[in-house]
């Protein structure tokens, strides 16, 4: 979740689960709620913006509530993730204009992060600023920074 705004020095908050190696070897899932930049990270290869939020503290509840399936086979944090805009689908006063459908959120991030790559965004081959983030407007369905 970030702001509106794509300034250098503005911050949002990164919700999502992870999967976490432990000391024994064997790894586990779990919920990570993180203060982030908004700059380019290890993390961070494209945003798709996909909702305007009308509530931030009900929108990061809903977040916090999305379960952690350890053990279940095949759960990743792409599940999750779907989970989180099935949920944000059924709730009422968190989002505002959106484009939150599990196989369009799902298709245009594919496609961007494809698109992307073979514009040599990510290999250093290729002319960007890379203090900003690629990032794609599903809601307007274009891009706002390259």
Known sequence: MGPKS?????????????????QDGTSEWEFEEAPTTMLPSRMIMVRILIAKIENRETLAQLLRQIPIRQGQQGWNCIAWIKEALEELQMSKNVIGTSAVEWEAVRNAAMS???????QHRFDGKGSFETARVATFDLIQGKETIE
Not at 112 to 118: A, E, G, L, S, T
């Open 6 to 22: 794509d300034k250098i020095e503005d911050e949002g908050v990164r919700y999502h689960a992870r999967e976490r190696m432990k």
């Open 112 to 118: 961007y992060v494809q698109k992307k790559k073979d």
